[in-house]
């Protein structure tokens, strides 16, 4: 492990944060750690972040991956979605100064609405977040998606920037780009 890698707890997401209740929170935490563990990481595993800036994470969680959990996340498109989501939302709160203060309504063209974390309520829309997720999937493949979804937030566009995050699970890698 390099000295230099941070640690990212998935159980974090169990807290809760302004836009993501405790309950929801821990199904992203199961997700996430569901998706790594299918592709065969081990507690720990190390995932680089590429994009705006490029620092290497290891990924913890508290679960245990039992055949429940497994039964339970057999859908692996659904499973791919929260998994990346839960990855997203840690990697955008640890790396910037944004918080998830709410989920965004379909046609707005992303998935979460961002406020400062240091903001009392009521939070302000300030940012946006778009994710995506890969289970197994070529550079080639993700920088695709990557320009998929900037295309994607047009519709709020005007006066929010928007950050797009891409989560693969089989390496594992995240892009990470601000639009």
């Not at 390099?2 to 935490?29: H, M, V």
């Not at 055949?67 to 839960?86: F, I, P």
């Not at 939302?89 to 309504?105: G, S």
Request: hydrophobic share 35%; aromatic share 10%; with cysteine.
């Amino acid at each position: 492990m390099p000295s230099s890698a941070q640690k990212l707890l998935l159980n974090e997401l169990e807290n809760g944060l302004p836009g993501i209740s405790k309950a929801w929170g821990k199904f992203l935490a199961e997700a996430s750690s569901r998706c790594l563990s299918l592709k065969n990481h081990a507690n720990g595993v190390e995932m680089q972040v590429k994009g705006d800036s490029e620092p290497v994470f290891q990924v913890f969680w508290n679960n245990e991956i039992t055949e429940q959990t497994r039964k339970a996340w057999n859908d692996t498109q659904e499973l791919t979605e929260y998994g990346a989501t839960g990855i997203a939302i840690l990697l955008i709160v640890k790396m910037t100064e944004f918080t998830v203060i709410r989920r965004a309504v379909k046609g707005e063209g992303v998935d979460f609405w961002l406020g400062y974390k240091t903001d009392k309520e009521p939070f302000q829309d300030v940012a946006r977040l778009e994710v995506s997720g890969i289970l197994e999937g070529n550079e080639s493949k993700i920088k695709a998606r990557v320009h998929q979804k900037k295309e994607q937030t047009y519709p709020t566009d005007d006066d929010y920037s928007a950050y797009i995050v891409i989560v693969e699970f089989s390496k594992p890698v995240s892009y990470l780009e601000r639009k």
